[in-house]
């Protein structure tokens, strides 16, 4: 099968991909599973131009850097039929689009709409493509690190566990405070690095205590927080972003991992 | 008492390496989170309840003139007295005018965050009036000089130890020699202790949890009958509270109560929840001479048709700061003032002034947890990211920060030139990762860098990937 014939839209769900900054930047390996994946859910994947959704400017208070990096955004995607990356932080903020608008506005319905669209990449494949299972391996204990924004703000909890299960190979062993918050928070962690500091030493601890031998998580900020951390300690934990194993492209080192 | 709020970022540096404290919020946190979790788990109806203590509060709030005003006649019409404060001044005015006025050395007092707010107890000692917390909690603190680090745990930062040596050292003049450790013996100490006190003294003050419009009362809510006895003995009674606590109807008060307990303290309700309408009446055997409730704004009032107006919702359970895992690492008093942990982030900005309190509301990752367990669903989110945003028009972020947002906001609307850009960064960040794949120490990112690798990126961005798969992908379609 070539590659133009694999791509062809089987359901025909026209899928915009936000890669998000943070994978772009630092971990491609991330994004190519997320296209691998709503592939295989039968999607035509576009990945429009794209810098950053704004979630740093409006978190800081800077509403109209956010409104300009909105509209850029909106601008760029609304054209698809959905919009889906492997971030619940950043869909998040996607859905929180419409606040930045005056009521009633142009920019206002055109940034619902989008908000309406956006999904969380396994809450996508699960919830709206229907998803049961993954064709993939992972020789490995596996712990999942849930996600703030992905969890409170999107209700991502049950759809990466399912999508685990399916995975042969892989055993999955829950943390104690899955829930709790690893300390990232964007810029926090370089506004109160001591405070931040002590959140991912305590997450570290958990997962440390659950005897895994990889991390997984949604959201690559977490990830490389947690990963930047465990890996100051020595750990031999890995930490991947839960779409490498589902999509099966666990072969890259794993985040903070040397050759 | 002082604002520390602005040296936060000091303070949090203090708690985190105070091991003592570290143990005790450890305790916290292994206990009222799975508490209230059980408890909600009991009640299947918990959150239909929250949404009808949310809507209760928005009607409350939206009609805030009308229910103060009943609950004023009301209290008139038991023969009490309502004495409005607009600020933290007033209100001590008023109190010391009332306890002067009844001639009173003594006061005891039940515990109250908004005496706290106006600082009653200093501006009573001031004036030669002893002030005697009544509250266990509030009276480790107080015989250790200190405020509470939290609002219904108000000692949860002492271990026993501490309490022990408190103890010790205070209860010499009551000719209590032996020094206590066990936790039972204690509180018979301290007991006995404050049982004098309560029949000695002249004025008894509380807080109010709810004030009932329709019925005129002041409601309570405890574990320990010392509110009670607080507010029973004396020949005056004065209730300090704030104007939000108004609630239309015994029913209602109700319905804030099976919602404050089960959030608070995981219980299904407190052990005590007191009522006290007026004075005593020619029938009653016992019961003050004089009801007065003094009703502080100190700013509320300026909420309300605010961006912030959801906060006067808060019926103050602690919920929030018992699952916020900023204050689970630092405790109260880092917030450097009354009101501590998400609730108190917001509160406080308003009432001291955002230009004082400033990194309260960044002080958050924004992780939800606090909105997720809020009984009357307060988005404090939300409303820590408005004051951030207020922040940033009064220009009180730090100037590195902001020059760097703005500058990297000038980069992001320029998808051309950031492409280019993070082509170039993510080799070099790779450059720099070497063979290990991580960075030990990042310029600029020193905050991170202390105590974390930074993990380096692949060495090619992505959309360069892409880009470069789709232009293959089209040679193949071609050929």
């Known amino acids: 099968m070539t590659e133009s014939t694999k791509r062809a839209p089987a359901a025909g769900r026209r899928v915009a991909l936000l890669a998000t900054c943070l994978v772009d930047l630092f971990r491609p390996t991330v994004a190519f599973a997320a296209v691998k994946l709503l592939e295989d859910a039968g999607c035509h994947v576009e990945v429009p131009v794209q810098t950053c959704c704004g979630q740093p400017a409006f978190n800081s208070g800077d509403r109209a850097d956010a409104r300009a990096l909105a509209e850029q955004l909106i601008a760029a995607f609304e054209g698809c039929d959905y919009v889906v990356g492997p971030s619940g932080s950043c869909i998040g903020m996607l859905r929180h689009y419409p606040e930045l608008f005056e009521a009633g506005s142009a920019w206002q319905v055109r940034a619902a709409a989008l908000a309406d669209k956006s999904y969380e990449l396994l809450a996508f494949l699960v919830d709206v493509c229907g998803v049961e299972q993954v064709d993939a391996h992972y020789a490995g204990c596996v712990t999942y690190h849930d996600s703030c924004s992905g969890l409170r703000e999107l209700g991502v909890k049950a759809q990466p566990r399912k999508l685990l299960a399916s995975v042969s190979g892989l055993q999955l062993k829950e943390m104690e405070e899955a829930e709790i918050c690893c300390g990232f928070g964007g810029t926090f962690c370089i506004k109160y690095p001591e405070i931040s500091n002590r959140m991912v030493s305590d997450k570290c601890a958990s997962i440390v205590a659950s005897g895994a031998d990889t991390l997984l998580a949604g959201d690559l900020g977490c990830l490389l927080n947690i990963a930047g951390k465990l890996k100051r300690e020595g750990s031999t934990i890995r930490v991947r972003h839960v779409a490498e194993v589902l999509a099966g492209v666990a072969d890259e080192p794993a985040i903070g991992d040397g050759e | ?479």
């Open chain 2, 1 to 479: 008492m002082q604002l520390t709020s602005p040296d936060f970022p000091r303070n949090a540096a203090h708690a985190l390496h105070d091991a003592a404290l570290q143990r005790a919020l450890g305790n916290l946190k292994a206990g009222f989170p799975g508490k209230r979790a059980a408890a909600v788990a009991r009640l299947p109806e918990f959150e239909a309840l929250r949404d009808l203590g949310r809507d209760l509060k928005n009607h409350i709030i939206e009609h805030l003139d009308y229910y103060l005003e009943q609950f004023e006649a009301s209290v008139q019409r038991q023969g009490g007295q309502v004495h409005w404060a607009r600020d933290a001044e007033e209100a001590r005015a008023i109190i010391l005018g009332i306890c002067q006025r009844a001639g009173a050395k003594t006061v005891t007092k039940g515990k109250s965050m908004v005496s706290e707010e106006i600082g009653l107890n200093e501006h009573l000692a001031a004036h030669g009036i002893e002030p005697i917390e009544t509250d266990l909690g509030e009276y480790i603190i107080q015989l250790r000089g200190e405020h509470p680090s939290h609002i219904i745990a108000p000692a949860i930062h002492v271990n026993l130890d501490q309490v022990s040596d408190a103890f010790h050292q205070h209860h010499q003049q009551y000719g209590k020699h032996e020094r206590q450790t066990e936790p039972r013996a204690l509180m018979n100490e301290a007991r006995e202790i404050l049982r004098d006190k309560f029949l000695r003294a002249d004025v008894g003050i509380t807080g109010a949890n709810f004030c009932i419009a329709e019925t005129g009362q002041t409601v309570i809510v405890t574990n320990e009958g010392n509110g009670d006895l607080t507010q029973l003995l004396p020949r005056v009674h004065i209730a300090i509270t704030s104007i939000e606590k108004v609630v239309p109807t015994l029913e209602d008060a109700a319905t804030f109560i099976r919602l404050l307990a089960r959030s608070a303290t995981g219980q299904e309700i407190s052990v005590y929840t007191t009522f006290s309408a007026g004075g005593r009446r020619a029938e009653d055997l016992d019961g003050p001479e004089e009801f007065h409730v003094v009703l502080l704004d100190n700013g509320r009032s300026q909420m309300v048709g605010g961006e912030q107006q959801d906060m006067l919702r808060c019926i103050r359970c602690s919920a929030c700061m018992n699952h916020c895992p900023v204050y689970g690492a630092i405790g109260g008093h880092a917030y450097g003032w009354v009101y501590p942990g998400p609730m108190g982030s917001v509160l406080t900005p308003q009432l001291v002034g955002i230009e004082h309190a400033a990194h309260l509301p960044n002080a958050s990752t924004f992780c939800g947890r606090c909105e997720s367990v809020c009984p009357v669903r307060i988005p404090l989110p939300r409303l820590l990211r408005n004051w951030r945003a207020r922040e940033f028009e009064r220009h009180l972020t730090p100037q590195g920060y902001r020059f760097g947002l703005r500058a990297w906001a000038w980069l992001t609307r320029r998808p051309a030139l950031y492409c280019g850009l993070t082509r170039l960064g993510a080799r070099l960040l790779r450059w720099l990762g070497g063979r290990s794949r991580r960075i030990r120490s990042l310029p600029l990112a020193g905050g991170w860098s202390a105590w974390r690798d930074m993990p380096a990126p692949q060495g090619r961005t992505f959309q360069a990937l892409w880009a470069e798969r789709q232009r293959a992908a089209g040679m193949e379609g071609k050929r």
